[in-house]
């Protein structure tokens, strides 16, 4: 009993927190289920419980035992107070841990306790890297559903109704700077085409404008103004002003490709991009989804 016990700091180890994404959803459902009942008020109660013992009275038990010599009185009385600072910063961890990840989605306190055991920015890596050109068959898209809906491969298709808008969703883990818009030009080219980015409530935020179309059967890209967005949520856009020009897309239908379940949107008469975008739920007027996006490089072409 001589011995100085280890002294505990009730930290977290760094390598404790080093875990994969899906290790990570498993924590946090033991945490969830299991450790919810350790809170400030178990703390408080354990400091109230053992404040309220007298080492006098622990050493009157000894005594009466007889088996430890006098001097070794204080060192087992500083033994049950270290044991109880101890517990007491355990329970502090664990509610810490716990709270952290069921505050909520968006994450903040968790972030922290990685960014402790990881470094800063290095954790991030478990999130969805950034790809340099974003369309439709993203995985920043909906490039999922497209690829889960088995759709035929994108054709040269017409556009169908002049001045038709049609907004697609995308999501942004990070910040990015957006340099170029693009589309993939049809066999048969007629009028102008306008592309942009809105955000999640339909602001313009950034668009190329009335522009010819010009390369049949090409990407066509747009020299924009470098443009600042992220992380969110917000719409590729698209428009032409002619209903018989074409574009390689892929054909949607109401029977087993439908616009609405991939959270397309439209919006007539809207030719040029306008600002704000006033949208309805995608229609049958619109049966086609063109390969368009954005650039976060000068080279697209």
Known sequence: MGDTPPQGTGAVPGDAMSLTAAERLTVQALIINDLTPFAGADIAAILADTATISWADITGIINDIGVFPTANYATIAAYVEDMRTRLIAILADVTGLAGAVMRGTDGAATDAILTAAHGAGSWAGEALPTQFLITPASQHSIGTNIAAMNMAAPASVGWGTAD??????????????????????????FGNVDVGIYDAAFNRLVSSGS??????????EFDVADTGIGPGQ??????????????????????????????LLTQASAFPLPDPFVPVVFDDLLSILPIFGLSLRTLVT
Do not use: C
């Open 164 to 189: 038709r808008a049609m907004l697609v969703p995308f999501v942004l883990m990070e910040a990015v700077t957006v340099l170029k818009l693009f589309v993939h030009n049809g066999g048969v080219l």
């Open 211 to 220: 522009v010819a179309q010009a390369g049949v059967s090409q990407l066509q």
């Open 234 to 263: 917000f719409y590729l856009a698209i428009a032409f002003s002619e209903g018989a020009t074409e574009t390689v897309s892929w054909t949607l239908n109401e029977a087993t490709i439908n616009g609405e379940a991939l959270g």
